[in-house]
């Protein structure tokens, strides 16, 4: 095995065993879900960019990963590490089939999951009447996702009325 192949079982390993560790129990998930994003926050992003409010679990380095690629898309992203995730996604319609490992708010819309930052834009162009978007899971080679052996993946739009279609693919 390759020091790089080893490199990467070792980051995927310790991903891994920060989700068990740090995912909230239905325990922790008792609190009112914070408010998704402020308009205040939206005001503190930089003059050309769009703010993302992020909610994660504490230690998720894929999380903070997925957010460079959007802040290098022209996003601005601000994380908060929380053990409310399970209640932020449920009030928002976010079921188990849809859930990843975080949950951002960008312009009225959800973005859950490792969503590639041109079809987070492409939902601001084309403002689908939606709930938003969904990449379920954690795929190897979504933004974020990095690795050597990429899953086909698809983004899901999310509809209002709570059914998803396909948004786009990724073979």
């Known amino acids: 095995m390759s020091n790089q192949s080893i490199l990467f079982v070792g980051s995927f390993i310790t991903v ?6 740090f995912w909230p129990s239905s325990s922790e998930q008792t609190a009112e879900a914070p408010v998704p994003q402020t308009s205040q926050e939206a005001m503190m992003a930089p003059e050309g960019t769009i703010a993302v409010k992020m909610y994660k679990n504490e230690g998720c380095l894929c999380c903070t990963r997925w957010a460079e690629h959007m802040n290098n898309a022209g996003f601005y992203v601000t994380e ?3 053990r409310q995730l399970n209640s932020i996604k449920a009030s928002q319609g976010i079921t188990n089939e849809l859930a990843s490992c975080h949950t951002a708010f960008v312009d009225g819309y959800i973005v859950e999951g490792h969503v590639p930052p041109a079809d987070v834009q492409r939902l601001l162009k084309e403002r689908p009447d939606a709930i938003g978007l969904s990449v379920p899971g954690m795929p190897e080679g979504s933004p974020g996702m990095e690795g050597p ?7 899901l739009l999310i509809n209002s009325d709570g059914s998803t279609s396909v948004f786009s693919s990724y073979r």
């Not at 891994?16 to 560790?21: F, K």
């Not at 052996?149 to 698809?154: A, E, G, R």
């Open 80 to 82: 908060e590490a929380t």
């Open 149 to 155: 052996n990429p899953d086909p993946y698809d983004v």
């Open 16 to 21: 891994l065993v920060a989700a068990v560790l």
